[in-house]
């Protein structure tokens, strides 16, 4: 028997092209999963967000965004709390907040539920908006006009601050920064909680929004004194 035959007892030799497609399953396989595993993260909601802005989609919006825990968290924290606390709290100060949130909470969710879903809608959340001759779009809604008085309008989104990921119990805090042409930084810090059966997450609240409006109005401030 020479030595180039098979005795029967060595194992055959795969061909090369069967390695390389496995080896090319593998990496689909592995990317898939990647890829399913990307859309389990609270950053996957925040692009989603961004990209539902973008394109107009109230629908895909509100598949990154809870807008009714927005809107009532965003009253609770600009209103009801305050008003309890400049009472001193204590059972008449929660009794005031309680009787104030109960006669115009619902209003106003409905009102800022109904602004933010118009912006989406009409494209000008965008920080990009221009008409056909290239210029900035007016505003149209109340929330437009909000964000032109706090000088919000030229700032456009640069992205997460990876390093500023904050766990606030089961939920996930991120922090989106913002920046104008003049190099001023904002950041909004969102807070994300898991939904769908605690698989993936939506914004519930923008937890530092009343900081980020103080910061804003006393850069235009500074802006005004400056140019006297």
């Known amino acids: 028997m020479s030595e180039n035959e098979n005795n029967g007892t060595a194992l055959p030799?795969?061909?090369?092209?069967?390695?390389?497609?496995?080896?090319?399953?593998?990496?689909?396989?592995?990317?898939?999963?990647?890829?399913?595993y990307a859309t389990t993260t609270p950053e996957f909601a925040v692009w989603q967000a961004h990209y539902a802005v973008k394109s107009k989609s109230v629908?895909?919006?509100?598949r990154a965004v809870d807008v009714d825990r927005v809107a009532q968290n965003l009253v609770r924290d600009m209103v009801?709390?305050?008003?309890?606390?400049?009472?001193g709290g204590g059972a008449f100060?929660?009794?005031?907040?309680?009787?104030?949130?109960?006669?115009?909470?619902p209003d106003l969710e409905a009102a800022i539920k109904r602004e933010i879903r118009d912006s989406v809608a009409s494209g000008s959340l965008a920080d990009d908006v221009q008409n056909s001759a290239g210029q900035?779009?007016?505003?149209?809604t109340n929330l437009d006009a909000l964000s032109k008085q706090l000088g919000f309008d030229r700032y456009h989104y640069t992205g997460i601050d990876y390093f500023a990921r904050e766990a606030v119990g089961s939920n996930w805090l991120l922090t989106l920064n913002f920046q104008d042409d003049q190099e001023h930084y904002i950041g909004i810090k969102v807070e994300l909680a898991r939904v769908d059966g605690d698989w993936f997450w939506k914004i519930i609240r923008i937890s530092n929004f009343s900081d980020v409006s103080v910061e804003l109005l006393k850069?235009?401030?500074?802006e005004v004194k400056d140019s006297l």
């Open 13 to 36: 030799v795969e061909p090369r092209g069967s390695r390389w497609k496995s080896g090319l399953s593998l990496f689909v396989v592995v990317l898939l999963l990647g890829a399913v």
């Open 93 to 105: 100060g929660n009794w005031v907040a309680s009787t104030f949130a109960s006669l115009f909470q």
């Open 219 to 222: 850069i235009k401030t500074n």
């Open 80 to 87: 009801s709390t305050p008003v309890s606390n400049a009472l």
């Open 59 to 62: 629908s895909t919006f509100e």
């Open 136 to 140: 900035s779009v007016g505003y149209s």
